[in-house]
């Protein structure tokens, strides 16, 4: 029995996904230089303001990937305690919200990644996000009725 067309694309993709992983940031910084919306008299120094948080950021995901941790757990107190060293401090909110993000994009790469290795258990998996999606669609509307803190 041979292997369906997306089944080798996916295991190809999987076998070179660390050229993925380095070519990501790049093909993000050119799309934001190209396509993001800035003010009109915006010059490259607009964009290169903050250059040096790509070789950071780059080595921080490669570190993350590599061990398997959370990025957040590298990127967060580097914003707390080394950016601002060199620019404004930032929020805590928007602190948390960097490392959810993070969160997010390295939970689901590792996700994917574990379904396709089939580790696993996709009958618990369906019935543990079964069971956790109505509270997720009940607090998501909760945040509209519960005030926020004075």
């Given amino acids: 029995m041979s292997a369906s067309t997306t089944e080798r694309a996916l295991e190809g993709f999987l076998r070179r996904q660390h050229l993925f992983v380095f070519a990501a940031p790049v093909l993000f910084v050119v799309g934001v230089f190209l396509a993001a919306p800035a003010p009109a008299d915006a010059g490259t120094d607009y964009w290169l303001e903050f250059w040096w948080l790509f070789p950071a950021f780059l080595a921080g995901a490669t570190i993350v990937n590599t061990v398997g941790i959370s990025g957040s757990a590298i990127f967060v107190p580097f914003l707390i305690f080394v950016f601002p060293l060199f620019a404004q401090p930032l929020e805590p909110e928007t602190l948390v919200k960097v490392g959810l993000i993070s969160e ?41 009725v519960v005030p926020e803190p004075v």
């Fill in 104 to 144: 997010a994009f390295g939970l689901s790469s590792s996700s994917v990644a574990f379904v396709q290795y089939g580790l696993v258990d996709r009958r618990l998996a369906l019935a543990l996000v079964a069971g956790g999606l109505p509270f997720v669609v009940g607090g998501a509307l909760l945040s509209f």
